[in-house]
């Protein structure tokens, strides 16, 4: 916390930090974020570094990725999430053809059958055991055509959610990290 206070109190016009918020509490953690915020807001140019990655996304303007000592990305957060996609998850009450879900901007579709048991997993069809299918899938493409593939069938559940800054993280590593 202190080591907070150092950098900020001569009201700078940079600031260079690594892993800021570690080892403070969530509360505290939150009122630094904020804290930040503002403080971009007045026009202090901030770098830092972060392992949590939602924590870059919440208080971050632009991301910059090292990969083995040289920076090979930097662009907003926003557009680095739109650009690596969003993660699809279908449910169907019928199989599910992965050839008809592979429309334009669909990547990495995995297909196959769920058992419904009617236990937490939350599918409960009349009380019966049911087969289901469920794929999953990347997509960066328009969700239009995306919809338009998936009317087909009948749905029992479709999200669609924002890839994590983790798994945007890793694919400029290809999964594997470098020092």
């Known amino acids: 916390k202190l080591g907070l206070v150092q950098a900020f109190m001569h009201d700078p016009d940079l600031v260079v930090m690594d892993e800021?918020?570690?080892?403070?509490d969530p509360l505290m953690q939150r009122e630094f974020n904020e804290f930040l915020r503002a403080e971009a807001d007045r026009g202090t140019t901030a770098f830092m570094s972060s392992h949590g990655l939602g924590e870059v996304r919440r208080v971050c303007d632009r991301v910059g990725v090292l990969r083995a000592?040289?920076?090979v990305a930097i662009?907003?957060?926003?557009?680095?999430?739109?650009?690596?996609?969003k993660t699809v998850r279908?449910?169907?009450a019928e199989p599910l053809?992965?050839?008809?879900l592979a429309v334009e901007g669909a990547h990495d579709v995995e297909v196959h059958e769920v058992e419904d048991d009617g236990g937490d997993g939350g599918f409960v069809f009349g009380g019966e055991d049911r087969i289901v299918a469920e794929a999953t899938l990347t997509f960066t493409g328009?969700?239009?055509r995306l919809l338009e593939a998936v009317a087909a069938y009948d749905l029992v559940d479709l999200e669609v959610e924002?890839?994590?800054?983790?798994?945007v993280f890793m694919r400029f590593y290809g999964?594997?990290?470098d020092a």
């Open 20 to 24: 800021p918020t570690a080892g403070l």
């Open 69 to 71: 000592g040289q920076l």
């Open 75 to 85: 662009e907003a957060v926003e557009d680095l999430l739109r650009r690596t996609g």
């Open 90 to 92: 279908i449910r169907a």
């Open 97 to 100: 053809d992965a050839d008809a």
């Open 142 to 144: 328009d969700v239009n």
């Open 162 to 167: 924002e890839a994590p800054l983790e798994d």
């Open 175 to 177: 999964g594997q990290p």
